[in-house]
Structure formats: C-alpha cells, structure tokens
C-alpha cells in the first residue's frame, strides 16, 4: 500500500491483473474493480489470509523497514524484531500461499533484498543481516520449488519512497545519495516495480534463483 508495493500494484492493475494488496494500518481505496485491499499484520501469529482465492499467480513479499545505526546502539531484540518482519513473516505468508500457487501454470515468488547485502555499508548491520537471509531463503526455495514455482529476489539501492524520507528530506542528501552511483541517480519506486512485474510475468519463466540488482550500479561499479 506503499512506496514500491504501490507502484506495482498500480502496474499489475493497468495489465488488467486481478490483486488482492495487504495494509497495515491505513487501508487505502479500493479505487479499481479487480483490486481489494486487507489488513495483514505479519507478527501475528494468527495472520489471517483466508481472504485470497484458491488460485494465485504471483506472491510479492515486499514489507521492509530501514533503520541505520551503529551495531553499538542495536539491541539484539531488534535484530530479532526485524528478522521476523523480513524472514518470519515471509516463510509464514509462502507457507500459506504455496497450494494456491501450485494451482497456477506458472507461478511466481518475488522477494526484497538489498544492495547492503553484497556491499557491506557503515550503519546497515541490521538491513543487511535480514536481507541477507531473504536472499539465502530465496534462493533455496528456488531449487525446492522448481520446476513448478519460479523465485526471485530484487537487491535495490536507495529508492525515492515513503521508506526512505529520513534519507532524502533535502535537495543536499538527493545529490549526496544519487553522486555515489554509478548512474549519478536514486531509483524511484516504479523502476523497480517494472523488474517486479517482470519477474512475475511469463516472460520470465526461464529466471529463478536470481538476486536481480537494481542499484544504479552500486553494488559492482566504482566510478
């Protein structure tokens, strides 16, 4: 219901995709016929997805929380906190969904990560430890799961969302972010959207197990 969670369901919408979108607290309006919106709280452990059908196609899991600081001021509770909203609560909502998708002809699983994971940054030991086991839990689902369910993972960079306005509340932080890519720009939700809705389509069923990066060439590129 937000930053690239809504960019795409703007995009699977204008493909004419039927998508059933979680909130957590504010629900948005259901402003389309093939779209409705149901709260989902990933922490507990009674999370309630009996409102999906009983055949899916594609599972976005795209909950996300940025907190940088120094590992010193980390309370191990909060490695745990987050490790359950990004982990836990994937395996939990996959867990639930996988005889729904193994209905479709050609299901998909798209999970987040972060550019942090392959290139370590100062203040981003708790992101990175999280996404870190996102890429691992991806990419062993993806020889679990095959040849039926394709799963992917996209790795961003920074990105122009509701997520990161701590980071880039001012023109000086946007040009400081964006002079530290390759590219010499921040990433915007519905870029990486697009690679999202890729991922989802046919025309990737011959892509699983990737870590798909889409970071202004952060991770692999000094310039």
């Known amino acids: 219901s937000s930053g690239i969670?809504?960019?795409?369901?703007?995009?699977?919408?204008?493909?004419?995709?039927?998508v059933c979108a979680t909130y957590h607290s504010t629900k948005p309006e259901d402003d389309a016929d093939n779209?409705?919106?149901?709260?989902?709280?990933?922490?507990?452990?009674?999370?309630?997805?009996?409102?999906l059908p009983e055949q899916i196609d594609g599972l976005v899991y795209c909950?996300?929380?940025?907190?940088?600081?120094?590992?010193?001021?980390?309370?191990?509770?909060?490695?745990?906190?987050?490790?359950?909203?990004?982990?836990?609560?994937?395996i939990k909502v996959i867990q639930a969904v996988l005889p729904k998708l193994r209905k479709s002809e050609s299901p998909s699983i798209v999970l987040f990560s972060t550019v942090?994971?392959?290139?370590g940054f100062p203040f981003h030991t708790k992101v990175a430890a999280s996404k870190g086991a996102i890429e691992g839990l991806g990419?062993?689902?993806?020889?679990?799961?095959?040849?039926k369910i394709r799963v992917n993972v996209i790795a961003p960079s920074i990105t122009d969302t509701p997520l990161a306005a701590g980071l880039l509340n001012s023109v000086e932080k946007k040009e400081a972010?964006?002079?530290?890519?390759?590219?010499?720009?921040?990433?915007?939700?519905?870029?990486?959207?697009?690679?999202?809705?890729?991922?989802?389509?046919?025309?990737?069923?011959?892509?699983?197990?990737?870590?798909?990066?889409?970071d202004g060439g952060i991770s692999n590129l000094k310039v």
């Open 5 to 18: 969670g809504k960019a795409l369901v703007q995009k699977l919408l204008g493909s004419g995709t039927k």
């Open 35 to 51: 779209i409705q919106f149901h709260q989902l709280d990933v922490l507990n452990d009674e999370a309630d997805l009996s409102f």
């Open 63 to 90: 909950p996300g929380a940025i907190d940088l600081r120094p590992i010193s001021r980390i309370k191990p509770k909060e490695f745990i906190d987050d490790f359950n909203l990004q982990v836990v609560g994937a």
């Open 116 to 119: 942090a994971v392959q290139t």
């Open 139 to 147: 990419r062993a689902l993806a020889a679990e799961l095959a040849p």
């Open 177 to 214: 972010n964006a002079a530290r890519h390759a590219l010499k720009k921040i990433g915007d939700a519905e870029q990486i959207a697009s690679v999202a809705e890729f991922l989802l389509s046919d025309k990737a069923n011959w892509i699983t197990g990737q870590v798909v990066h889409v």
